[in-house]
């Protein structure tokens, strides 16, 4: 491991301040950061402590809907009652997501920029990763994909986004809340990660040395659910997951918001399923030739054509848990 600096930042302006030296990172809860560390996939030269500053952990009703400070702790989020009752997608994808301990320490922040769980990008020895090393290739294209991307990738990529609360903060078209010293801004939700057509080694569009401040939820979204399907029921990533967020009016659907997880590098939203789905009534067999729609710019990768499948029925569930809210 590689020496590096460490410096306790007390305000979000001296944090920023801190940032502008190159070659440095922000730590929060240290439960991503630390394990690239080890593993050699991020060797920062100084890293500033952003874990303790003030007014970035609270939880709060603002114009935007609810407000969640970047320090949030994850369990504190889904427990929130706030977010509880008005977001349970975000609640529930929240307490699929770890394990209880990493929880309590992990936050939203850091949670959204974690990095894809490609084994190729996370491998000890040097296989080529345009994002590992850009440029030298994406071993993973011909080899072992069978968890990868079937939305959205390149030959210059195949990884997925691997967070289960970003798919709920797509699902409910929440906005991303960043200071930097060239002036901060709001990044929706949607568009915070990088699709390898846009950049094949980066993984989301924060500038070096951006700092996310808050998580505005927006409209209240009680009839929303996510679902999650993996290898086991406890601690471990999504094969697939998806997040459904619906309104329904007179009795017929008169909004529909659909995300996927786990399937691109950034949570896919299923546009075309959540036009289709508007004026149908909840449980007619519309509903899933609705929910299909969205597939059409699929493609599976050489070993794993079942998750186009396993992902379609996952929407669907998670859209009829939604209905049922
Ligand atoms: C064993 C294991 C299992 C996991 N399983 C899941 C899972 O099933 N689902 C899931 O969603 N996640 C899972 N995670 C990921 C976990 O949720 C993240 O590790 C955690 O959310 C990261 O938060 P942190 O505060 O510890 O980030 P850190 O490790 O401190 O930082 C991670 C990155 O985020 C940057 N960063 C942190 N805060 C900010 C900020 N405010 N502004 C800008 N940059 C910032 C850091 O510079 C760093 O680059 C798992 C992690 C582990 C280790």
């Known amino acids: 491991m590689r020496p590096f600096t460490y410096v306790k930042a007390q305000t979000i302006a001296g944090a920023l301040e801190k940032a502008q030296a190159r070659d440095t990172v922000f730590l929060a809860g240290g439960t991503e950061l630390l394990n690239w560390a080890r593993i050699g996939i991020e060797s920062p030269e100084h890293l500033v402590d952003i874990g303790r500053l003030p ?73 080529p990763c345009n994002k590992r090393a850009p440029g030298s290739g994406c071993a993973a294209l011909h080899g072992a994909n069978e968890r990868l991307a079937i939305f959205g990738w390149t030959e210059e990529c195949v990884a997925t986004q691997p967070s289960d609360p970003v798919v709920a903060l797509a699902c409910l078209d929440a906005q991303i809340v960043t200071e930097h010293p060239d002036g901060g801004r709001t990044i929706p939700a949607t568009q915070f990660h990088t699709l390898p057509a846009e950049a094949p080694s980066a993984h989301n569009v924060l500038r070096s040395g951006e700092l996310i401040t808050a998580v505005d939820l927006g409209a209240p ?10 290898e086991r029921q406890s601690y471990e990533f999504a094969l697939v997951s998806a997040a459904a967020a619906v309104e329904v009016e007179e009795g017929v659907i008169s909004r529909a918001r659909l995300a996927l997880g786990s399937v691109a590098m950034r949570p896919w939203r299923l546009y075309d399923s959540e036009r289709a789905l508007v004026g149908l009534r909840p449980g007619s067999p519309e509903v899933l030739h609705a929910v299909t729609v969205g597939f059409r710019d699929s493609h599976p990768l050489s070993s794993n054509a079942y998750k186009i499948p396993l992902a379609r029925n996952t929407a669907m569930r998670a859209l009829e848990l939604a209905l049922e809210a």
């Open 55 to 127: 007014s970035l952990d609270g939880i709060e009703a603002g114009d935007n809907g609810v407000r969640i400070g970047a320090l949030g702790r994850l369990n504190d989020v889904a427990q929130d009652p706030r977010v509880a009752s008005s977001y349970p997608v975000l609640s529930q994808a929240i307490l699929k997501a770890a394990s209880p301990q990493i929880r309590n320490v992990a936050t939203m922040g850091g949670n959204l920029v974690q990095r894809t769980r490609c084994p190729y990008f996370r491998s000890a020895e040097p296989v």
């Open 221 to 230: 979204a009680p009839r929303s659910a996510y679902v999650k399907v993996r």
